[in-house]
């Protein structure tokens, strides 16, 4: 049993674990359905000024501008906020109107950089618009990690067999 273990754990490939052993995922910092409109407004203001988050692509003309909703304006302000400053739960708070998640708020032609586009507090493809090349492609609806147990989980199935054909024949 120690063996198959140990086959697991040293057919995972390195770049698929992040801190505490944890497969990365994409994150995105946006703004909670049942904020008030006057706490986001708040906070976009804040974002976009003392918190120094670029806020140009949610500026009329820009690929995430939406007069109309307020929630992805202030979602743009806050991932970009979030992402400029450590990807900590403390820079996606904003009163109380954040929330992480999973779910890729890209739209249209806006989108949305996440969490895993951040490389040493640099932020790739964050102008909101799109780009080309397979950094920047949207994985959102594929899965990758998953792709990548079945190796390791068809070997330690063969093991099992082969070890239960052993000792029993």
């Known amino acids: 049993m120690f063996v198959l273990i140990l086959l697991v754990a040293l057919s995972l490939p390195k770049c698929l674990m992040g801190q505490r052993g944890v497969a990365p ?6 703004a909670k359905n049942n904020a008030a409109d006057q ?3 708040e906070a976009i203001n804040w974002a976009c000024g003392q ?10 003309g820009g690929a995430c501008y939406d007069s109309n909703d307020i929630q992805r304006t202030a979602s743009w302000a806050f991932n970009d906020y979030y992402l400029k400053n450590g990807l900590t739960d403390d820079a996606c ?3 109380n109107t954040a929330a992480l998640t999973s779910l890729n708020p890209s739209f249209d032609k806006c989108k949305f950089p996440s969490s ?4 040493n507090g640099s932020i790739y493809a964050s102008t909101g618009t ?11 609806s594929s899965n990758r990690a998953g792709g990548t147990w079945f190796l390791p ?8 067999v082969f070890s239960w054909l052993i000792h029993w024949h």
């Not at 918190?51 to 009329?60: D, R, S, T, Y």
């Not at 799109?130 to 959102?140: C, E, H, K, T, Y």
């Not at 989980?153 to 099992?160: E, G, H, P």
């Open 51 to 60: 918190g120094g988050a670029n806020c140009g692509p949610i500026q009329q």
């Open 39 to 41: 706490a986001l407004q």
């Open 93 to 95: 708070y904003f009163s």
């Open 130 to 140: 799109i780009q080309m090349g397979p950094d920047n492609a949207d994985l959102s």
């Open 116 to 119: 895993l586009s951040v490389n």
């Open 25 to 30: 995922r994409d994150l995105w910092c946006v």
């Open 153 to 160: 989980l068809f070997t330690s199935y063969l093991f099992v």
